[in-house]
C-alpha cells in the first residue's frame, strides 16, 4: 500500500536555526513526491516536486528536501528559519490517476 | 502562473440552505479539477474529481447529492453544498492540473471557509 508519515506533528525552531521536517514514503514504485506549506485559512501553496531527475530538490524561499531511496525518506530542509516560514507543511505523494496522498501535516512554530 | 482562485473566501449561512462555491483557473486551462475539505488542525481530505465536461467522480463515503460538482468549463468548477447542516461546516479548498501539463502536480486555492449555523 502507498502511504505518506510525517514523522513530527509539531517542531519549533528559533529565527536563525535550520528547519528539518522528516517524511517516510511507502511505495511499490517510483513515486512522485512533494511539499506543500499552508499558512493559516489559507490554501496550500507547493514548495518542491521530485519527480526521479536529481535526488536533491530545491524549492523556493530556501527549502529543498532529499530523496532517500534507501530510507524511503524525503526530509525538508532550511538552513535558517524566517518567522514568516511558520505554517502547516504537508508532505504528499501522487498515488496515481491524480489521487494525492497526504501526510498528516507538520506545524512549525519558529520563535525569535 | 498557474493561480487559481475561489469565491467565495468566506461564507455564512443557515441550516437548510445551499451554497455554490466556485473554482477558477485564472491564467491556464484546467483539465481535471479537484475538492477537498479539511478539518480543523487535519489534513486534506479529497471529495471528489471532475474532468470538464464529465460527471464527477466521487471518493468513497461522499454523497454526491450532498456534494454537487459542475465542472462546466476548463477554468471553471463549482461546488454546491446542499440543505447544508452544522456538520457541513468547514474549510473547502480545490485544486487543479493543468491542460498539457503534469498530471500529478496540483495548484490550490485558496479555500473556502463555511460555517452552517
Known amino acids: 500500500a502507498q502511504s505518506v508519515t510525517q514523522l513530527d506533528s509539531h517542531v519549533s525552531v528559533s529565527e536563525g536555526t535550520p528547519v528539518l521536517l522528516r517524511c517516510n514514503y511507502s511505495?511499490?514504485?517510483?513515486?512522485?513526491l512533494f511539499w506543500y506549506v499552508q499558512h493559516p485559512n489559507k490554501g496550500l501553496q507547493l514548495l518542491l516536486k521530485?519527480?526521479?531527475?536529481?535526488?536533491l530538490v530545491k524549492g523556493i524561499n530556501g527549502f529543498e528536501a532529499e530523496f532517500k531511496k534507501s530510507e524511503t525518506s524525503f526530509h525538508l530542509t532550511k538552513p535558517s528559519a524566517h518567522m514568516s516560514d511558520a505554517a502547516e507543511y504537508f508532505c504528499?505523494?501522487?498515488?496515481?490517476?491524480?489521487?494525492?496522498?497526504f501526510g498528516a501535516g507538520t506545524r512549525l512554530a519558529v520563535h525569535p | 502562473g498557474a493561480v487559481v482562485s475561489q469565491h467565495p473566501s468566506r461564507v455564512i449561512c443557515k441550516s437548510g440552505t445551499s451554497v455554490k462555491i466556485e473554482c477558477r483557473s485564472l491564467?491556464?486551462?484546467?483539465?481535471?479539477m479537484f475538492w477537498y475539505r479539511q478539518f480543523p488542525k487535519q489534513s486534506l481530505m479529497l471529495m471528489a474529481t471532475?474532468?470538464?465536461?464529465?460527471?464527477?467522480?466521487?471518493e468513497q463515503g461522499v454523497e454526491k447529492d450532498k456534494f454537487l460538482i459542475n465542472h462546466a468549463s476548463l477554468t471553471l468548477s463549482t461546488l454546491t453544498v446542499t440543505s447544508a447542516h452544522p456538520e457541513d461546516s468547514s474549510f473547502y479548498i480545490c485544486?487543479?492540473?493543468?491542460?498539457?501539463?503534469?498530471?500529478?502536480?496540483?495548484?490550490f486555492g485558496p479555500g473556502t471557509r463555511l460555517t452552517v449555523l
Open positions: 511505495s511499490s514504485y517510483s513515486p512522485s
Open positions: 504528499v505523494f501522487s498515488g496515481g490517476y491524480n489521487k494525492l496522498i
Open positions: 485544486s487543479a492540473t493543468i491542460a498539457g501539463g503534469s498530471t500529478d502536480t496540483q495548484y
Open positions: 471532475s474532468n470538464e465536461g464529465s460527471k464527477a467522480t466521487y
Open positions: 521530485y519527480t526521479s531527475a536529481a535526488t
Open positions: 491564467d491556464f486551462q484546467a483539465t481535471t
